[in-house]
């Protein structure tokens, strides 16, 4: 039997219930109702209820047990040393196109971790891979009804994605969708393509399959793989080129054609890359069926631009003159240039300096802004005229902090440039009042690339 975990609080919340009850950190949370707390799941929904028997322990080993009444979904306001409540669940595969293996030694532990955890899936909108889903965890997904859950499919030949992931599982654990699907829960997909492995007809079977799961199956993107320098010894993979996308976006929006016909909604996505790849242009966003792959680079470009126009739209401008700069991968600086001239066009006396920034650290095809690093930012930024204040989107640091991957720090960057940097949220509206030395609010924060 698994042994249960302490979990010890480590914050309280101001004008929380547990502060009125005076529980404290350092206080050890042992039930609810009864009921042993195993993850962060199984106390958030515990908690629901509106009426709570909370037993808490103190350090002395004293127990307190609390009748709380409360608004049903109120929160109690604990926070724990341990997040999750429980050991995070890490991936078991050797999947062909895993990003981390790429990566080259000598970075922070935490980014060598490979999460493959449905609860991260359902609470941080990671994807898993299903061969780690254990009978628990599928019971827990349907007891609490947790959707979406996002799943990386890469191929619906079961074969295929055994020699794809590693895992002689990998193909029989995809029979756990259909469990999903019984229970009614939603669910998002990603397809990882690979050049010569899951492209072309395995795509095409892949898509058609993958059509059963509708309506449960909200949506599902295909993102090309990323390939840094660090391969050594791993699978051999080839960057896709421009012929490549312009086959992969014929066949996706084949099928969005075809799915919309019947079901009223595209399903299958292409992510931005493929559009640069190929030179077309971008969709139009009644196609992103509002926007539910925005986390894997689906439509991103699309919101910003429509934002800075609708931001832009209410403005007749005013002579103010400042210089100010934007560092981004080579991805987006075609765009962020397009919207900096909108923003110009309104307030001529404004300078916007756009610098792309090469990914000379895990290598040129990497060309995303949320993989660039404080040491190739400052190589290529140190003789730049960067003018007021240097502006970085949000995407180059991990959620709540305040460090590049590589380890730089966003003040160690400033000292080194000798300019202020503002890290900016990702829609549009708040690049605007960035570039326009304006108070910048609280915006979308999608994140196309999480990097572990």
């Given at each position: 039997?698994?042994?249960?975990?302490?979990?010890?609080?480590?914050?309280?919340?101001?004008?929380?219930?547990?502060?009125?009850?005076?529980?404290?950190?350092?206080?050890?949370?042992?039930?609810?109702?009864?009921?042993?707390?195993?993850?962060?799941?199984?106390?958030?929904?515990?908690?629901?209820?509106?009426?709570?028997?909370?037993?808490?322990?103190?350090?002395?080993?004293?127990?307190?047990?609390?009748?709380?009444?409360?608004?049903?979904?109120?929160?109690?306001?604990?926070?724990?040393?341990?997040?999750?409540?429980?050991?995070?669940?890490?991936?078991?595969?050797?999947?062909?196109?895993?990003?981390?293996?790429?990566?080259?030694?000598?970075?922070?532990?935490?980014?060598?971790?490979?999460?493959?955890?449905?609860?991260?899936?359902?609470?941080?909108?990671?994807?898993?891979t299903l061969t780690n889903l254990k009978e628990e965890d599928i019971q827990q997904i349907i007891k609490y009804h947790l959707s979406p859950i996002n799943i990386s499919f890469q191929t619906m030949n079961p074969q295929l994605r055994c020699k794809m992931l590693n895992n002689r599982f990998a193909g029989e654990?995809?029979?756990?969708?259909?469990?999903?699907?019984?229970?009614?829960?939603?669910?998002?997909?990603?397809?990882?393509?690979?050049?010569?492995?899951?492209?072309?007809?395995?795509?095409?079977?892949?898509?058609?399959?993958?059509?059963?799961?509708?309506?449960?199956?909200?949506?599902?993107?295909?993102?090309?793989?990323?390939?840094?320098?660090?391969?050594?010894?791993?699978?051999?993979?080839?960057?896709?080129?421009?012929?490549?996308?312009?086959?992969?976006?014929?066949?996706?929006?084949?099928?969005?054609?075809?799915?919309?016909?019947?079901?009223?909604?595209?399903?299958?996505?292409?992510?931005?890359?493929?559009?640069?790849?190929?030179?077309?242009?971008?969709?139009?966003?009644?196609?992103?069926?509002?926007?539910?792959?925005?986390?894997?680079?689906?439509?991103?470009?699309?919101?910003?631009?429509?934002?800075?126009?609708?931001?832009?739209?209410?403005?007749?401008?005013?002579?103010?003159?400042?210089?100010?700069?934007?560092?981004?991968?080579?991805?987006?600086?075609?765009?962020?240039?397009?919207?900096?001239?909108?923003?110009?066009?309104?307030?001529?006396?404004?300078?916007?300096?756009?610098?792309?920034?090469?990914?000379?650290?895990?290598?040129?095809?990497?060309?995303?802004?949320?993989?660039?690093?404080?040491?190739?930012?400052?190589?290529?930024?140190?003789?730049?005229?960067?003018?007021?204040?240097?502006?970085?989107?949000?995407?180059?640091?991990?959620?709540?902090?305040?460090?590049?991957?590589?380890?730089?720090?966003?003040?160690?960057?400033?000292?080194?440039?000798?300019?202020?940097?503002?890290?900016?949220?990702?829609?549009?509206?708040?690049?605007?009042?960035?570039?326009?030395?304006?108070?910048?609010?609280?915006?979308?924060?999608?994140?196309?690339?999480?990097?572990?």
């Amino acid at each position: 039997m698994k042994k249960q975990k302490k979990h010890i609080i480590s914050h309280i919340i101001d004008g929380s219930i547990a502060q009125e009850l005076e529980i404290e950190p350092g206080d050890e949370l042992v039930s609810i109702n009864d009921q042993p707390v195993g993850d962060i799941l199984d106390y958030r929904y515990l908690c629901n209820e509106e009426y709570l028997v909370v037993v808490i322990r103190k350090p002395d080993g004293e127990e307190w047990e609390l009748e709380i009444e409360k608004e049903f979904e109120e929160d109690l306001g604990m926070e724990f040393e341990n997040g999750m409540m429980d050991d995070y669940h890490s991936c078991h595969n050797k999947c062909i196109f895993c990003f981390i293996d790429q990566m080259p030694a000598g970075m922070r532990d935490t980014l060598y971790f490979k999460d493959d955890d449905s609860r991260l899936s359902f609470l941080q909108g990671n994807y898993i891979t299903l061969t780690n889903l254990k009978e628990e965890d599928i019971q827990q997904i349907i007891k609490y009804h947790l959707s979406p859950i996002n799943i990386s499919f890469q191929t619906m030949n079961p074969q295929l994605r055994c020699k794809m992931l590693n895992n002689r599982f990998a193909g029989e654990a995809l029979k756990k969708v259909d469990r999903f699907i019984e229970a009614g829960i939603e669910m998002n997909g990603q397809i990882v393509l690979c050049k010569g492995v899951n492209d072309g007809a395995e795509l095409e079977y892949t898509i058609e399959q993958l059509t059963r799961y509708l309506p449960n199956l909200t949506s599902v993107s295909v993102v090309p793989v990323g390939l840094t320098k660090f391969r050594d010894g791993l699978y051999p993979l080839e960057p896709f080129t421009k012929e490549d996308a312009i086959q992969v976006l014929d066949t996706i929006h084949k099928w969005q054609n075809r799915i919309m016909k019947e079901h009223h909604t595209h399903m299958i996505h292409a992510s931005d890359e493929w559009y640069i790849l190929a030179e077309k242009d971008l969709p139009q966003e009644d196609n992103y069926d509002g926007y539910p792959q925005l986390e894997n680079g689906v439509g991103m470009i699309r919101l910003f631009l429509n934002e800075v126009t609708e931001e832009l739209a209410g403005r007749e401008g005013d002579d103010r003159a400042h210089t100010v700069s934007v560092a981004t991968g080579l991805l987006a600086e075609p765009y962020i240039r397009q919207a900096a001239e909108e923003v110009k066009a309104i307030y001529p006396n404004i300078t916007v300096q756009v610098y792309p920034i090469t990914n000379y650290f895990f290598g040129e095809k990497i060309t995303v802004a949320g993989l660039l690093t404080g040491q190739d930012l400052s190589e290529q930024l140190r003789e730049k005229d960067l003018g007021e204040r240097l502006f970085l989107s949000c995407n180059v640091l991990r959620d709540g902090e305040t460090v590049f991957l590589d380890d730089m720090t966003v003040e160690e960057l400033e000292n080194t440039l000798q300019t202020p940097i503002g890290i900016v949220k990702s829609d549009g509206k708040d690049f605007v009042r960035a570039i326009l030395l304006e108070d910048i609010s609280s915006g979308r924060d999608k994140q196309p690339y999480e990097v572990k």
